[in-house]
């Protein structure tokens, strides 16, 4: 069972590099991470999703190292508008079914 | 493009009332999602459908939680009859893939606060 484990809780402020690591000690094979954003009111939304070593777009970097048991989400120079809880997702078995845990409730503080 | 539709926004009853929770997915996406979502948890997964069968629905308390999406389009949630403790805010998410594709995108809708009185 791919279980993840996030910090509850972290504080930034505007400008800052913020970093968000998950662990994921059982990740299969063939499994892809995933985060999500949440904010308030609003469903999930897609950020990221690697397989290993970096991923980057145009909100984040994803870093997975080679044994894959954890990844860090990086988040460049945060804005108040970054506020929101975030997700890493990790497939639970082959069957690919996605598992939400309690996400990191992020506060960006001006 | 249009995204996933859900309503209504926002529902109050009391309990043993009944109530239902209508979606409406991308165009096209043939993975259909529902979830729950407790005030301070992540959503939990109550039934996901590729096209219009039943893929997965372990989580379901089929005693009283009821869901179907019989086109492979529009789906309909339905509790009958509703407890307290089904407070909770209900989304909908859908992918164009296969159910179980882990690298597939899921697409939510904004979800549907349910209180239960």
């Known amino acids: 069972l791919a279980k993840t484990t996030q910090p509850i809780s972290m504080d930034s402020y505007e400008g800052q590099e913020v970093n968000i690591t998950c662990s994921h000690n059982?990740?299969?094979?063939?499994?892809?991470i995933t985060w999500y954003q949440q904010f308030p009111s609003q469903g999930p939304r897609f950020i990221i999703q690697?397989?290993?070593t970096k991923v980057t777009n145009e909100v984040a970097s994803l870093f997975i190292p080679a044994d894959r048991k954890s990844s860090t989400l990086s988040l460049p120079r945060v804005s108040l508008s970054d506020t929101a809880v975030y997700y890493c997702l990790v497939p639970y078995n082959q069957g690919g079914k996605l598992i939400f845990g309690q996400g990191t409730e992020l506060s960006v503080k001006p | 493009e249009a995204g996933v539709a859900q309503s209504p926004r926002y529902k109050i009853i009391e309990k043993r009332q009944s109530v239902a929770f209508w979606c409406n997915p991308i165009s096209g996406h043939a993975t259909l999602y529902w979830y729950q979502q407790i005030l301070g948890q992540g959503p939990k997964l109550l039934i996901q459908?590729?096209?219009?069968?039943?893929?997965?629905d372990s989580q379901l308390p089929k005693d009283r939680f009821s869901a179907e999406r019989l086109k492979g389009v529009d789906s309909t949630l339905k509790i009958q009859p509703a407890k307290l403790e089904d407070s909770a805010v209900y989304l909908c998410?859908?992918?164009?893939?296969?159910?179980?594709?882990?690298?597939?995108?899921?697409?939510f809708g904004p979800g549907t606060r349910l209180t239960v009185l």
């Open positions: 998410a859908s992918t164009p893939g296969l159910a179980g594709t882990s690298t597939d995108t899921q697409y």
């Open positions: 459908f590729q096209n219009n069968g039943v893929v997965d």
């Open positions: 059982n990740i299969a094979t063939n499994d892809y």
């Open positions: 690697g397989y290993k």
